[in-house]
């Protein structure tokens, strides 16, 4: 079970918007970043988002990230076929006994 | 930019294996680097991390100092030595650059490596 929270899967019809929570602790989302992955299957991941809201050179603006506390959102608005994949939020955790990183159980997102 | 891992393979329980990452494109001695994988079927899990001058390393606590990150710069590679090898760790094993602006923000990956431990 991830320290990290997302709900194991989501879906809507295109053109339809859809949100990824993602919960975590104090020690990790509340305290750090947040990052976003999106994984097309068979594909390496892909940065989709970082720093809680920017969207690295190439992404869409239809994906957009946020975070309130200890919990962080991923939007997709106008929703497309090829948006269907596995979405990972991510976020360094600062547990003195050991720091290191997390991600999420991750997403799958159905496009209908 | 290019990761290309390699020295994935078929091992038993109790064995060890080295895994690298070829990089390219880039200057890869000004980069910190991780590596992630991906149990087939399951998400990503993050598994190590060292930075540019190797001055900071991290790893998993789920690993019990069993996998050991390096670099050569001069080579510019990244190594994953496994030892004592367990079933739980057959995955998909993935090396990614951090991006240089934002901590734990992996913005290059290679296509990975597979690990299968099996007697």
């Known amino acids: 079970q991830s320290v990290l929270t997302q709900p194991p899967s989501a879906s809507g019809t295109p053109g339809q918007r859809v949100t990824i929570s993602c919960s975590g602790s104090n020690s990790n989302i509340g305290n750090n970043y947040v990052y976003w992955y999106q994984q097309l299957p068979g594909t390496a991941p892909k940065l989709l988002i970082y720093?809680?809201?920017q969207r690295p050179s190439g992404v869409p603006d239809r994906f957009s990230g946020s975070k309130s506390g200890t919990s962080a959102s991923l939007a997709i608005s106008g929703l497309r076929s090829e948006d269907e994949a596995d979405y990972y939020c991510a976020a360094w955790d600062d547990t003195l006994s050991r720091p290191g990183g997390l991600f999420g159980g991750g997403t799958k997102l159905t496009v209908l | 930019v290019q990761l290309v891992e390699s020295g994935g393979g078929l091992v038993k329980p109790g064995g060890s294996l080295r895994l690298s990452c070829a990089a390219s494109g880039f200057t890869f001695s000004t980069y910190s680097m991780h590596w992630v994988r991906q149990a087939p079927g399951m998400g990503l899990e993050w598994v190590s991390s060292i930075s540019a001058g190797s001055s900071y390393i991290f790893y998993a606590d789920s690993l019990k100092g069993r996998f050991t990150i390096s670099r050569d710069n001069a080579k510019n590679s990244l190594y994953l030595q496994m030892d004592s090898l367990r079933a739980e760790d057959t995955a998909l094993y993935y090396c990614a650059r951090e991006l240089s602006t934002a901590h734990y923000a992996m913005d290059v990956w290679g296509q990975g490596t597979t690990v299968t431990v099996s007697s």
């Open positions: 720093r809680d809201n």
